[in-house]
RNA sequence: GCCCUUAUAGCUCAGCUGGUAGAGCACCUGAUUUGUAAUCAGGGGGUCGGGGGUUCGAGUCCCUCUGGGGGCACCA
């Protein structure tokens, strides 16, 4: 029989027959290795104990010490058990697909009655039974005739669809957990007992379309959670309880920031505070744009259709606009405007009033924009996904030759932003040509070197998305990393190479030829009601000073002390702070305690002592300890600190 | 838009198998002048998201519309 060489992670090179399996090679190693391996990788690729190695590989064996291997493990092998489970309740369930997901998995079955939360609890029973019966995984090759035909004869016809969806000459790998069998790429445990059984949760039920595609037929999808061990689960699911507590939208609410209603679905009423918030945030954002460069203008929200057919929005966009029709007197028919979903055809407008020459290049036209999008109901969710939003935008109309230098600027711009905004981490993903474009190649090849060649200047990292770019220009996305660890989508900086083509704008060059400038599409926070929602979520409602809506209230602890406390109110206002005074007839532990709730970032509590000293007692939230300082002190230390950070 | 789910006082929530609604907080009034996360007492407040139906009778069952939530799809 053939040999072949291993390559082990310490360099040793050990030789094998061709076809020895992952735990044949654990136990020629230790008896103690083969006892723990739970799987190995073989030149990169995560494959199961039973995997025969047939050519010269490097090779590790894996362990549950290896949380990465030992997780995607568990969690696969629970998606199996739970179909097992389901299937073994409910026989006439036909199962699809069940990948290892985030911290869990999901399973899609196609059953007529949906599952209930009792259901899950039975399912979940019946899985701890699997667990603890140890029915090993067998693995096999079988051909695609024998497959087919199995899987028709057992009526499962996902399973024969996705068979047909597996490229030729590709390996159809059989799975089995004791009796019950599934296609399946692997790897998985080598029995199911392996899994630890107290360490998952089926967590809830949602619909879900076969392949992701809304034509064809929805599924019941079952997401599950699961971990090496209990305390990781149960810190998981403290974790989710504590993001709970963030959500913006009960936030929202308790600090009385903004609400929606019934009558205007996905659009903000934005309370006094609320407003305080954005206000800062809008101010904060317009000095770093001016002092960047850019010019700011206004543009209005209901604009004649016409505009929209030459943007083309109208011929792609038409169902998710919403449209304002109006009768004029004595017109044959009713004139028909949008509310503008995006504010770039505008903003070609303004760039278009005026022969503009090479000498105007680049022009930074920004605006923060109102835009009103009919999204679907589906998909609206507090300030994350709203119908009526403002943008942070921006259009830069430049040369292809400025494009680098654009980025560039642009590129510190919103690294320094992120990080004034408590935002130290984010991604970058560059989006390149799709197979339906505009514009030459030669016009590509420059767009996506001078976006490539701006961050590598700039000392970013950043991964390609090869053909995801729109069909007018490559993009750039940017994507920053909250707290709790979540990413969201925020920035953006795409080229255009079509709408100043389609709404005809133009430049004189050197040359004295009539030319069409790139448009660079960006944002920075992307909309403003929505970065909001992720700075309240950030910081879990506590806002840093300069943002805070109510940033001190000064609370009486005896009335005695009301006239005192009018006086720090009416010095901390003076100096520009947002103070506010509580003398209502409550204790101090009360007042203190609602304005903790209210996350106000300071308190002054004056009693008869502070009168007397003409200090006041200090205390900032989260903080049990008081400090006593004088009125003036505090007056000035407080208005230092609610500096934007673009101003300290 | 699709699947599931949900909609009871300002908020959070209770209301068994159908017989015309309760609690805590909030609010108002009074007492209390209080030292750093909820002082005590009293009071007002909802016809149960809208519409339709079944029934002698519906918050409670059915249909439908609207909104919310969890997902999926969508996201210029």
């Not at 770093?288 to 109208?314: C, F, N």
């Not at 903790?596 to 903080?623: W, Y």
Request: negative net charge.
């Amino acid at each position: 029989m053939a040999q072949i060489s291993l390559t082990f992670p310490d360099g040793n090179i050990r030789q094998y027959p061709a076809g020895t399996t992952a735990a044949e090679v654990a136990l020629s190693i230790a008896p103690g290795l083969a006892k723990k391996a739970i799987s190995a990788s073989v030149n990169g690729a995560h494959v199961d104990l039973q995997w025969p190695i047939t050519a010269d590989a490097k090779i590790a064996i894996h362990t549950m010490a290896d949380d990465a291997q030992a997780l995607e493990l568990i969690r696969h092998d629970c998606a199996h058990i739970m179909a097992r489970a389901v299937q073994d309740i409910w026989p006439d369930v036909k199962v699809t697909i069940g990948p290892v997901r985030d911290y869990g998995w999901f399973y899609d079955f196609d059953r007529a009655e949906p599952f209930t939360p009792e259901d899950l609890g039975a399912i979940e029973a019946r899985m701890k039974q699997i667990i603890n019966a140890r029915d090993p995984v067998k693995t096999e090759v079988w051909d695609r005739a024998r497959a087919i035909a199995y899987y028709e004869d057992r009526g499962e016809p996902f399973k024969v669809e996705l068979i047909a969806r597996i490229p030729e000459g590709e390996d159809l790998r059989m799975y089995w957990h004791g009796p019950w069998q599934d296609l399946c790429r692997g790897p998985h445990l080598a029995h199911t007992g392996q899994v630890p059984a107290d360490a998952f949760k089926l967590t809830h039920v949602a619909g879900a379309y076969w392949l992701g595609d809304a034509t064809r037929p929805m599924l019941q999808r079952i997401y599950g959670l699961a971990f090496k061990n209990r305390d990781d689960l149960k810190a998981h699911l403290t974790m989710l309880e504590e993001a709970a507590k963030r959500d913006h939208r009960k936030l929202g609410r308790e600090m009385e920031l903004f609400h929606i209603q019934d009558e205007a679905p996905g659009m903000v009423f934005w309370h006094p505070n609320g407003w305080t918030i954005y206000r800062g945030l809008e101010d904060y954002m317009r000095r770093r744009l001016m002092r960047a460069g850019y010019k700011e203008i206004k543009t209005p929200q209901v604009v004649d259709r016409v505009l929209w057919e030459k943007s083309g929005h109208w011929e792609a966009y038409r169902e998710n606009m919403f449209i304002v029709e109006v009768d004029e007197d004595g017109a044959r028919e009713k004139r028909i405007n949008a509310l503008k979903p995006m504010n770039c055809p505008c903003h070609v407008q303004v760039y278009n009033q005026g022969l503009k020459s090479y000498r105007d290049l680049p022009l930074r036209l920004a605006e923060f924009g109102s835009c009103h999008r009919y999204e679907s109901s589906g998909s609206m969710h507090g300030l994350m996904r709203v119908r009526g939003f403002t943008q942070d935008d921006a259009h830069i109309f430049c040369t292809e030759d400025q494009i680098e230098g654009e980025c560039a600027d642009f590129l510190g711009l919103l690294s320094s932003v992120y990080r004034d905004l408590g935002f130290d981490k984010f991604d970058i993903k560059l989006s390149t040509r799709p197979e339906v474009r505009v514009g030459s190649d030669e016009v590509w090849d420059k767009a996506e070197t001078a976006l490539a060649k701006a961050i590598e200047m700039a000392g970013y990292s950043y991964t390609i998305n090869p053909g995801d770019g729109a069909f007018y220009g490559p993009k750039l996305d940017f994507k920053l990393t909250d707290a709790i660890g979540r990413e969201w989508q925020c920035g953006t900086f795409q080229a255009d190479f079509n709408l100043p083509v389609r709404l005809g704008a133009e430049y004189v060059g050197e040359d004295g030829a009539k030319h069409h400038p790139v448009m660079m599409h960006r944002a920075i926070l992307g909309s403003f009601e929505r970065f909001i929602g992720i700075l309240i979520e950030n910081y879990a409602g506590k806002l840093p000073f300069w943002l805070a809506a109510r940033q001190v209230v000064v609370a009486s602890i005896v009335s005695d002390a009301d006239p005192y406390v009018h006086e720090i109110v009416d010095a901390l206002r003076k100096a520009g702070l947002r103070a506010e005074a509580d003398v209502r007839n409550e204790k101090i532990n009360y007042k203190v305690r609602e304005h903790s709730v209210g996350k106000v970032p300071v308190i002054l509590a004056i009693g008869m002592k502070e009168v007397e000293e003409r200090t006041v007692s200090l205390r900032r939230l989260g903080d049990n300890i008081t400090t006593s300082v004088p009125m003036q002190t505090a007056v000035m230390t407080l208005t230092a600190e609610s500096l934007p950070p673009d101003q300290r």
